[in-house]
C-alpha cells in the first residue's frame, strides 16, 4: 500500500523546529540582514530540515506586494547608466527585489506605457533619474499620486522627494580651482541647455570657483547640449570672437571630447594650446588621445544609496530620509596643461 503524499512543510512547521516566531522566520527570509546572526542560522537549518519553500507569489499577494522597482531612465544609452544600475541591482538583490527599467527616451508616451505597471500594481516603489515626477505633462501631481520615490543623478524640485547624486557644486569648483592652479584665467564653462538642472548646479560650482581665486577672473559661459557634437559646435561659435580661452571646463565627458575634436581639426594641440577638463569619467575618457581629465561621478555608490533609501521607505524605516551628495573624485590625465606662456591667437 502506497504511502499518502507528505504534507508540505509550513512557516509554522520551521518556526516550532528553530524556536522563533513566525514573524522571525517570515523576516530571516525576507530581510535576512535585520535578524541575529545566530537567529538566522536556526531559521536556515530547521528550512533545510523541513524542506520549507516560501511561495513568494502568494505572500506577495497577501502583503499587497510585488517586491519590484521600476527605474525610469531617459535613456539607457547613457554611459552613466550602466555604473548606476549595478549599484541599484546589487542592493536590490541583496534585499530580495527586483528591477524593471523604464527607458523612456524622453517621450512622455513611453514614459505614460512605463506608469502602468504603477496601477497594475506591479511595481511598489520608483527611482527616478528622469529629473522630473512621472509625467512631464503633469508638473503639479501630488507626490501621493504615486507610490514612494527617490531621485537619483538629477535632483526634482519637490522637497518630499528626495535625492541622490554626486555633489554637482563641489565637483564643479574643484576642476576649476584645478584650471586656476595650472595658471588659466581665461575658462570658458560648456554648459548643457539652458534647462539642464546639472548644468546649472556645475555652472554654480564653476562661478564659485573664479569667485574665490586671486585676483578678479570673468565668468565666461557658452552655451553646448551635452553631446559631443554640441562641444563642437560651441569651439566653433567661440572662434568667431576676437578673444580666446585657454581653458575649457565642459559640462560632461562627451562635451569635452567634441571641444577637443575641434581643437585638434583647427590644428591645436591639447594640452599644450588649450586645456580641456570634462565630468563624468565615462569608459572612452581614457582611450581618447589626449586622455581626458575629468571628474569621476561615483555611479554605482549613487544607485547603492537611491535602492537602499527606497527600499527602507518601502519598509516604513526611513520616510524622512533627505537628500544625498556624494563626493566627486579629480581624475589628472593628459588634456590638462600649464597655461600657455604666449597667449593663444585665433588661426584661420
Known amino acids: 500500500m502506497s504511502k499518502p503524499p507528505a504534507k508540505p512543510a509550513t512557516i509554522e512547521d520551521v518556526a516550532k523546529l528553530a524556536?522563533?516566531?513566525?514573524?522571525?522566520?517570515s523576516r530571516a527570509i525576507r530581510m535576512p540582514e535585520k535578524v541575529a546572526e545566530s537567529t538566522r542560522k536556526r531559521v536556515t537549518a530547521a528550512i533545510a530540515r523541513t524542506g520549507y519553500t516560501a511561495n513568494a507569489m502568494a505572500q506577495n499577494l497577501r502583503m499587497k506586494r510585488s517586491r519590484m522597482?521600476?527605474?525610469?531612465?531617459?535613456?539607457?544609452?547613457?554611459p552613466n547608466f550602466p555604473g548606476i544600475l549595478i549599484g541599484l541591482e546589487k542592493v536590490a538583490n541583496a534585499r530580495d527585489y527586483g528591477v524593471l527599467i523604464g527607458n523612456t527616451e524622453g517621450s512622455i508616451a513611453l514614459e505614460e506605457n512605463h506608469l502602468r505597471f504603477l496601477s497594475s500594481g506591479m511595481v511598489d516603489g520608483l527611482i527616478l533619474l528622469t529629473g522630473h515626477?512621472?509625467?512631464a505633462g503633469q508638473p503639479q501631481s501630488p507626490?501621493?499620486?504615486?507610490?514612494p520615490m527617490v531621485a537619483a543623478t538629477r535632483p526634482i524640485e519637490r522637497p518630499e522627494v528626495s535625492y541622490i547624486g554626486v555633489d554637482n557644486v563641489s565637483a564643479a569648483k574643484m576642476a576649476t580651482e584645478y584650471l586656476i592652479s595650472l595658471g588659466h584665467q581665461k575658462i570658458v564653462y560648456v554648459s548643457s541647455s539652458s534647462t539642464d538642472a546639472v548644468s546649472d548646479l556645475r555652472s554654480d560650482g564653476y562661478r564659485r570657483g573664479l569667485a574665490e581665486a586671486a585676483g578678479v577672473l570673468d565668468e565666461w559661459i557658452i552655451e553646448g547640449d551635452g553631446s559631443s557634437e554640441g562641444g563642437r559646435a560651441a569651439v566653433e561659435r567661440l572662434f568667431i570672437k576676437d578673444t580666446l580661452p585657454t581653458a575649457f571646463f565642459c559640462f560632461n565627458d562627451d562635451t569635452a571630447i567634441g571641444v577637443i575634436g575641434a581643437l585638434?581639426?583647427?590644428?591645436?594641440?591639447?594640452?599644450?594650446d588649450f586645456s580641456v577638463i570634462g565630468f563624468d569619467d565615462i569608459p572612452f575618457s581614457n582611450n581618447i588621445t589626449p586622455a581626458l581629465t575629468t571628474i569621476r561621478q561615483p555611479r554605482s555608490q549613487?544607485?547603492?544609496?537611491?535602492?537602499?533609501?527606497l527600499l527602507d521607505k518601502l519598509a516604513g524605516e526611513d520616510t524622512?530620509?533627505?537628500?544625498?551628495?556624494?563626493?566627486?573624485?579629480l581624475v589628472v590625465r593628459e588634456s590638462c596643461g600649464p597655461a600657455a606662456a604666449v597667449y593663444v591667437t585665433r588661426r584661420s
Open 133 to 135: 515626477l512621472p509625467v
Open 264 to 272: 585638434q581639426l583647427r590644428g591645436y594641440d591639447v594640452p599644450k
Open 320 to 329: 524622512q530620509a533627505g537628500d544625498v551628495l556624494l563626493h566627486g573624485d
Open 302 to 309: 549613487i544607485g547603492e544609496h537611491a535602492m537602499n533609501q
Open 69 to 78: 522597482v521600476m527605474v525610469l531612465t531617459p535613456s539607457i544609452a547613457d
Open 19 to 25: 524556536g522563533v516566531s513566525i514573524a522571525t522566520v
Open 143 to 147: 507626490t501621493s499620486a504615486f507610490p
